[in-house]
């Protein structure tokens, strides 16, 4: 099998993987997906797209392209994404670059949107598994930090080394040790491989073990997913059916993890692996998201994509093989101050008391001063409320709302780790009680709920914010964006 055929193979498994598992993305359940229930449908993924902007930047930086490189890429083409897409374009557009740009307020810098983007590395790098992994790290970087960078690095070494032939499994383990033998992503494979070692499940049983014994409240965890990746690939044993649907059926992130794995068996044995039922769907002409076909030279096509990676590599050659760490996680820092901040008054009152502060604030538009003193400032777009709660308690937390010059349309994510209502100048907007972590976005809010709200410039409004039951760790977020996701500034907190 030629070099060709394998980067064929790796575009291809990656579509037609994606395809499979988008139907089941971020499912709680198991979905129990058989052959005859798969839906192959031909929509943007940026489990692909993200990666021709990378092409198109390596073909233009060469061997000198770093992380600094990709973030600059990032600003200049990518204008809107979601989670740590959206928190990294927010801090990129306040100067702050990698490493810290996928640090700074990131809660998702342990999740998959690095890990999803490896393949171009291994395929530019094939059977050059360090190399492939460090230019891992530094598209990592940009918007992930620690486990988020280690597991694209691990599946970007993984699928250099299947460049190579020999058995998948081999080159899990050898990827195995490109990260550090601590880090959560490393010890969840560790687990995985142990367990398949021991060869004592069926492949019915071990996505039944790694769905149970992995869960995250995140469903874009990238240890919770890579131990599904992990799973389907080992007890797949080279079937791509088999191994697809193992990894849909593990839930959670589905496309992610079925293109990943569908992605390394096309490396591994070739387009022509894939069923042909699946090959007979598969449009050359790629489905992207608008932005991403407006970059200048981005390829189009699945033709283009392949012919433009194997030149690339060609002119790459075979670069040294890095001889410092592969990646040493940026130190935590203090906040930069370019980014904005809000301000809470934290208050523990009988539910009558609460709501005669919140009459006398929206009154006299100011806090009594009384109350100063149980202000808090806070930069984190997650607000750690920790030190508040206890013994169940309920807190009101209090802040006003300052609109200058908002788009046509703002959307409210309010979530928090416990049950929350929400007031917005007395009317009340949110009563959620889920009892799920908060995960603080804007197209998935869980443990609370997302929306668009009306607001006008000039707007001054009373924000109540009630968090019941209360204990810690606790955290909670009250976000404002636009349609695209994006963080907007236009809404301010303070009181």
């Not at 604030?361 to 003193?373: H, I, M």
């Amino acid at each position: 099998m030629t070099y060709r055929d394998r980067v064929a193979g790796c575009w291809a498994g990656k579509c037609l993987g994606g395809a499979a598992g988008m139907a089941f993305e971020g499912v709680p359940y198991r979905p129990r997906l058989t052959v005859d229930r798969i839906c192959l449908q031909n929509v943007p993924n940026d489990d692909l797209e993200l990666q021709l902007v990378w092409l198109v930047a390596m073909e233009r930086h060469g061997l000198a392209l770093d992380a600094g490189d990709l973030g600059r890429a990032w600003l200049a083409h990518i204008p809107a994404g979601c989670d740590e897409y959206c928190i990294a374009l927010r801090n990129l557009r306040h100067g702050i670059m990698p490493p810290y740009s996928g640090y700074v307020d990131n809660c998702f810098a342990d999740g998959m949107g690095a890990a999803i983007r490896s393949e171009i590395w291994a395929a530019l790098f094939p059977g050059q598994s360090d190399t492939a992994a460090r230019y891992a790290s530094y598209d990592a970087m940009v918007d992930h930090w620690g486990d988020g960078v280690y597991a694209e690095m691990f599946l970007a070494a993984a699928e250099s080394i299947a460049f190579g032939g020999g058995a998948i499994a081999t080159a899990l383990r050898e990827a195995r040790g490109r990260i550090p033998a601590e880090c959560r992503v490393g010890r969840t494979i560790d687990e995985v491989f142990a367990r398949h070692d021991r060869g004592d499940l069926t492949l019915d049983d071990a996505v039944v073990w790694t769905s149970d014994h992995f869960r995250h409240a995140n469903f874009t965890d990238c240890a919770m997913n890579l131990a599904a990746v992990v799973t389907a690939l080992l007890w797949g044993e080279g079937d791509v059916t088999r191994t697809v649907l193992a990894a849909v059926n593990c839930g959670r992130d589905t496309d992610c993890t079925a293109a990943t794995c569908g992605a390394l068996l096309g490396i591994a044995r070739g387009a022509a692996a894939m069923p042909p039922e699946w090959l007979a769907r598969l449009d050359d002409r790629l489905a992207l998201s608008a932005f991403v076909e407006a970059v200048p030279g981005v390829p189009l096509t699945l033709t283009d994509m392949t012919a433009r990676t194997v030149a690339l590599s060609r002119r790459l050659g075979r670069p040294a093989p890095p001889t410092e760490p592969l990646y040493v996680p940026c130190a935590p820092a203090p906040r930069p101050a370019v980014l904005p901040t809000a301000r809470w008054l934290v208050t523990e009152l009988p539910a009558h008391e609460a709501a005669a502060l919140a009459e006398t604030l929206r009154t006299t538009g100011r806090c009594p001063a009384e109350w100063q003193d149980r202000i808090i400032t806070t930069g984190d777009l997650q607000v750690d409320l920790s030190a508040f709660a206890h013994d169940a308690n309920t807190l009101d937390l209090f802040t006003f709302l300052e609109v200058h010059n908002p788009p046509e349309t703002v959307v409210l994510s309010v979530t928090a780790d416990v049950g929350l209502t929400l007031w917005i100048d007395g009317v009340r907007l949110v009563n959620h009680h889920s009892r799920q972590l908060s995960i603080p976005s804007f197209h998935r809010a869980e443990g609370g709920a997302a929306f668009a709200y009306p607001v006008a410039d000039g707007d001054r409004k009373l924000v109540h914010l009630r968090l019941y039951n209360c204990l810690p760790p606790l955290h909670g977020a009250l976000l404002f964006g636009g349609l695209d996701n994006n963080h907007l500034e236009c809404c301010r907190l303070t009181i």
